[in-house]
């Protein structure tokens, strides 16, 4: 079955950079529009970032210029680099993967915080 395994969440500060990885397994990871969603506590749950398989991007107006997602199709895996971070960036960051249905990992907590 799909699986996806996010890490690389955490405690920064305001300013301070961080990078998500999201390693997937189960399916053909080249074929997936591959995404990060994030949800802080009382908010929906909001998209941040996609990639195709082709490598197009799209990203909320909230963090462009900001972050920057990448994928490579031999690890089977998508990152997230997230710079110039801000305490309304802090959030659970969930890894999506996209083609007919959905599939979503566990999520990871990203805190920034002086």
């Known amino acids: 079955q799909v699986q996806l395994v996010e890490s690389g969440g955490g405690l920064v500060q305001p300013g301070g950079s961080l990078r998500l990885s999201c390693v997937a397994s189960?399916?053909?990871?080249?074929?997936?529009?591959m995404a990060w969603y994030r949800q802080a506590p009382g908010k929906q749950r909001e998209l941040v970032a996609l990639i195709t398989g082709g490598g197009s991007t799209n990203y909320a107006d909230s963090v462009k210029g900001r972050f920057t997602i990448s994928r490579d199709n031999a690890a089977d895996t998508v990152y997230l680099k997230m710079d110039s971070l801000k305490p309304e960036d802090t959030a659970v960051y969930y890894c999506n993967a996209f083609r007919i249905g959905h599939f979503w990992g566990q999520g990871t907590q990203v805190t920034v915080s002086s």
């Open positions: 189960g399916m053909i990871f080249g074929i997936y529009t």
